[in-house]
């Protein structure tokens, strides 16, 4: 993990709310896995905590990264302003991602994310497709308005969508979308809110390789301050406890409960 001053290549908008950023600067030559995340301090100085946001593309040819964000606070609106050319401070890669390791050519994954939960899924499913494995992306939204990347997560593979009000794909989740699949996977990734991760946990008890990515609350960002515990699934003390920002976001499906 380390810290710079990364300069904005582009920025635009992709859907009321949505923006796409593209960050040049060495960092990018540390960030290895999908799934890891960037703590980024906002461009404002009476906001101390940096927020968390994830990787959702890795470029170490040209140098650059990309995250896409939602504007919810006043941390995000900040990053909506600023322009290409314009500087930001970045610490990163933190974090466990998605281990592809248990896989192998020509098994099937199934990539399913929800909303703000879709951006990590880009650079995993990316991956996934290098090492020769069969990709079914399912992504959930709650309207048309709000879909983005629909083009760039069809020009890997499948992919299936499902919006609340049923104006794009099939009308309800991502669950009603699995439910609907025929195929069995070798391995489940997703990234979404926990309604969405239960879904998933649920619906494949028998599978072993189930990575959820998990959301909560940070401050430090790197295992310091425990803002961002969850306790172990298999602890009855209740005792023993995770942090989402070091030993996650991504956790095998059973291991923590959230
Ligand atoms: C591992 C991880 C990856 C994430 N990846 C993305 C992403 O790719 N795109 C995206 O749009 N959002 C992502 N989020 C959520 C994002 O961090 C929050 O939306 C953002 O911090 C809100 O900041 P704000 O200043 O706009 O809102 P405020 O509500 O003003 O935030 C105030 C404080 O709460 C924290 N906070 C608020 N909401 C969240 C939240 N949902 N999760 C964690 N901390 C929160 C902020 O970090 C900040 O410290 C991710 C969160 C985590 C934990
Ligand atoms: S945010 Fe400080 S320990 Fe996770």
Redesign the pocket.
Known sequence: MKQEMMTIKSQRQLAPRIFEMVLAGELVNEMKQPGQ?LHIK?PRAD?L??????L?QIDPVKQTCT???????????AFAQLKAGDKLDVMGPL?NGFDLSGLKSGDTAFVVGGG?GV??LYELSKRLIEKNIQVVHFLGFASKEVIYYAAEFQALGKTRFATDDGTFGLQGNVGNLLLAEKQQPDAVFACGNNGLLKTVEQLYPQLDNIQL?L?????CGMGACYACVVHLADDETGLKSAK?CEDG?VFKAGKVVF
Do not use: C, H, Q
């Open positions: 995340f906002a906001l905590l940096r927020r968390p946001i994830s959702n995250i896409i964000y939602r504007t919810e606070g006043d941390g995000t609106k974090g703000i951006p990590p990515s959301e909560s609350r940070m401050a989402v976001p």
